[in-house]
Nanobody, 117 residues
């Protein structure tokens, strides 16, 4: 069973930076894609970024391109999301997710990111 544990959330001023981490453990041999999603109050969960667990081209939603960077430290089994130039619209609970098939079936508990203006 794959286990995902996020950390690094908090309060940040608009224009600032924050780095989220996701520790990946258990059954990682079945994982081939990792991603970050987010859910703002009153809104549906949305895709933020993804990356192949074994390395490769990352993908981003348009609104975070050029500001966020997804990366993974394979040896440390950790996924990161570097968030720069944050905006109030980035305020949300951020979730780490993993999949070994067509859908993301493993999820973390989430970490709150709040951007103050």
């Amino acid at each position: 069973q794959v286990r995902l544990v996020e950390s690094g959330g908090g309060l940040v001023q608009a224009g600032g930076s924050l780095r989220l981490s996701c520790a990946v453990s258990g059954g990682t041999e079945s994982v081939y894609f990792l991603a970050w999603f987010r859910q703002a109050p009153g809104k549906e969960r949305e895709f933020v970024a993804s990356i192949p667990w074994g390395g490769g081209t990352p993908y981003y939603r348009d609104s975070v391109k050029g500001r966020f960077t997804i990366s993974r430290a394979f040896a440390e089994s950790t996924l990161y999301l570097q968030m720069n130039k944050v905006e109030s619209e980035d305020t949300a609970v951020y979730y780490c997710a993993a999949k070994g098939g067509p859908v993301y079936s493993y999820w973390g508990q989430g970490t709150q990111v709040t951007v103050s203006s």
